[in-house]
């Protein structure tokens, strides 16, 4: 099969669904799990620091939790087919984290505006003893959801192959990923500055981005600093073996070695044949794995992606 779900991105679905399960199973016997595991503001009671974690794996509806499962499936088997699996949950769980950090700035923000628009005399240091003071009522202000980590999933995906063109509803041509990346930024961006009340923490959004831009941009200037650059060429890798190993299996379906069938007949073709279709069908693989090695998969042809994908399709 061509397209399996890889490991990792497979484990998240997995585990948010049955959190997402759980908090409506609880919730009929009058437990939050939303309360317990979601990141809560830093003055608050109830905020622990596990909940920098915890706060990923939990959705307030099933939309919520249906558009993030989406975005992660669509985006996420890529990258981790392309980093592999250690680099991308790293990068998954750190930039989750640093979408929480953000949107817990952006709170103590909103905190100290609304606090200093009933006091303008209040100062910036003050604010952490009325936290204190406060400290239950603030309990309110939760985060829950994977979308910090979903967006820098999808800019990743918009990075590693900017001109990759997808196919968005409701526009009727395809976008080039670059531009859809850049499009949300902007709607987030604007979002984050607006003052909807939507409910929706526009600012881990963008946190969760603005990590995953920088770590992408420093393992760009240091291939080697713990995820070296081939292991993000280990998708592309991959294919090179299964092809070498199903063209040494090709052939007539019994062990003679020196018996090949060809496909666009019965007619049998000899070892020097075979073996110069072989090493011709090989040296073009090898060109285009060279190619995305050098200049990414975007600078492919359309033929040069259709000869990756039937190579690694063949059976």
Not at 46 to 59: G, I, K, N, P, S
Not at 213 to 228: A, E, K, T, V
């Amino acid at each position: 099969m061509m397209f399996r779900i890889p490991t990792i991105t497979k484990n998240l679905l997995i585990i948010n669904l049955i959190a997402f399960l759980a908090t409506v199973v609880l919730q009929l016997r009058g437990i939050d799990l939303a309360d317990i595991g979601g990141l809560h503001f830093f003055m608050a009671n109830d905020f622990h620091l596990y909940q920098f974690v915890t706060y990923l794996f939990l959705h307030a509806n099933f939309m919520h939790i249906l558009s993030n499962m989406f975005g992660l499936w669509m985006f996420g088997c890529v990258i981790e087919n392309v980093w592999g699996p250690k680099k991308f949950l790293f990068y998954y769980i750190t930039c989750g984290i640093g979408a929480g950090f953000l949107q817990e700035i952006a709170q103590l923000g909103q905190f100290y505006m609304t606090i200093n628009a009933q006091d303008p005399t209040v100062t910036f240091g003050e604010i952490f003893a009325i936290g204190q003071q406060l400290s239950s009522q603030l309990n309110a202000w939760t985060t829950i959801g994977a979308s910090g980590a979903v967006y820098a999933v999808i800019l990743a995906f918009g990075m590693t192959f900017p001109n990759e063109r997808l196919f968005i509803i409701p526009f009727p041509f395809p976008i080039k990923a670059k531009w859809f990346v850049l499009g949300y930024v902007a709607i987030e961006f604007f979002s984050a500055l607006g003052t909807s009340g939507d409910g929706v923490a526009h600012t881990a959004h963008l946190g969760g981005m603005l990590f995953g831009f920088l770590m992408i941009r420093y393992w760009n200037r240091h291939p080697n600093s713990g995820f070296d650059r081939g292991r993000g060429m280990q998708f592309f890798d991959n294919l090179k073996r299964n092809f070498e190993q199903r063209q040494h299996h090709q052939g007539s379906g019994y062990s003679n070695p020196n018996m090949h069938v060809n496909r666009g007949g019965g007619s049998k073709e000899d070892d020097m044949e075979y073996n110069a279709r072989k090493r011709q069908n090989q040296e073009e693989i090898d060109a285009i794995l060279d190619k995305i090695r050098k200049s990414g998969y975007d600078s492919l042809t359309k033929e040069e992606k259709k000869k990756l994908f039937d190579a690694s399709n063949q059976s």
